[in-house]
């Protein structure tokens, strides 16, 4: 059995809790058991995908508690404890330890120790000296630890560059307590206009967790989608992404998507900044201060410049082949011992 502890809503988002669906998928595929622990209701679609997948899901009481934790670890016999999210620091960690083998998800590597036995840091700036001197844990760093889910890795093509784009796909994650969304598709739709493109269309996804509607669903070159199931359809269609820099971006780099990315909370920044560097995409900086004008400025150029998304489409794919979830596995197993999920 695999225990997962993750959470899902309104001011957090869906990243954590999916990442972590993408492994207890992974840990099903191979004969094991799955069960998320929370500390509330997950947003319904998501809920829906556990229950489809036979995923276990229980809401704990005190879930932040890393003894509760452990109890509801003990109590399902799991062999590995994966802990995803804000509430995961060292004495969480800790306490969890003391029922089951800890994989420790994180993002931002700022804390002073990191108890675990596995940490996995799957963003394009991290790396093992990120964590030298503060853990004794095996160290997984880097986008080909990228966990993303078994839906967006199947029927992959290289991605074709169009000498006459059209479609534009704007997404911030599954929230968007700040509102982002709207000026990434009022930039989209703006670019088509200033680019000369007819019959252009901005797909704007709203996720699972964002109540926000728009007044009209279709609105001129712009189409809204609520409820989306097939993510990977409107991302291999599209011919450039608007995007926070958010675990959105592992699968965008999947299917070599050529991309703008802005950051939406103050760790997404090292990940859009790192994959400026690699020539993977281009990065606006933080969405808080960067002016319309602007986004809709780099969405004009990198429109009329095919050669420029043909390079930004080869270093993204570069970096994530789809075998995340199995290396994770693997070291999971490794450290764990047995032939096979448990």
């Not at 669906?21 to 929370?38: C, I, N, P």
């Not at 802005?262 to 560097?277: K, R």
Request: proline fraction near 4%; charged fraction near 20%.
């Amino acid at each position: 059995m695999l225990a997962i502890r993750a959470d899902a809503n309104a001011r957090i988002g869906l990243g954590h809790a999916m990442r972590c669906f993408a492994l207890a998928e992974g840990w099903r595929a191979r004969g094991g058991e799955a069960v998320f622990f929370s500390g509330d209701v997950l947003p319904e679609q998501l809920a829906a995908r556990l229950e489809q997948a036979g995923i276990g899901f229980r809401i704990l009481e005190d879930a932040e508690a890393g003894q509760t934790v452990a109890a509801a670890v003990r109590d399902c016999d799991a062999v590995w404890l994966v802990a995803d999210g804000p509430f995961a620091d060292a004495g969480f960690v800790a306490a969890a330890r003391a029922a089951a083998p800890v994989l420790l998800i994180d993002d931002a590597a700022d804390r002073d120790t990191y108890p675990a036995d596995l940490l996995l840091n799957q963003n394009v700036q991290a790396n093992d000296a990120s964590y030298a001197g503060r853990t004794a844990a095996r160290v997984l760093a880097g986008p080909r630890y990228a966990l993303i889910r078994s839906d967006l890795r199947q029927d992959l093509v290289e991605r074709e560059i169009s000498e006459a784009p059209k479609r534009i796909l704007a997404l911030v994650g599954g929230a968007d307590p700040n509102g982002y969304l709207a000026t990434l598709v009022e930039a989209g739709a703006a670019a088509l206009v200033e680019a000369g493109i007819a019959g252009g269309q901005v797909d704007a996804v709203i996720g699972p967790a964002n109540a926000w509607r728009p007044e009209a669903l279709i609105s001129g070159s712009v189409v809204y989608r609520v409820g989306v199931r097939d993510l990977g359809a409107l991302i291999a269609t599209a011919d450039i992404v608007l995007s926070s820099a958010g675990s959105t971006v592992w699968e965008l780099a999947l299917h070599g998507t050529p991309m703008i990315l802005g950051a939406s909370v103050p760790v997404e920044e090292p990940v859009g900044a790192g994959m400026a560097a690699e020539g993977a995409a281009l990065y606006l900086g933080r969405l808080a201060e960067c002016p319309p004008e602007r986004i809709t400025a780099e969405t004009v150029r990198l429109l009329q410049d095919a050669e420029e998304r043909k390079k930004l489409s080869r270093a993204a794919a570069a970096l994530v082949d789809g075998e995340g979830v199995e290396r994770v596995i693997d070291a999971m197993l490794e450290i764990g011992g047995g032939g096979g999920a448990t």
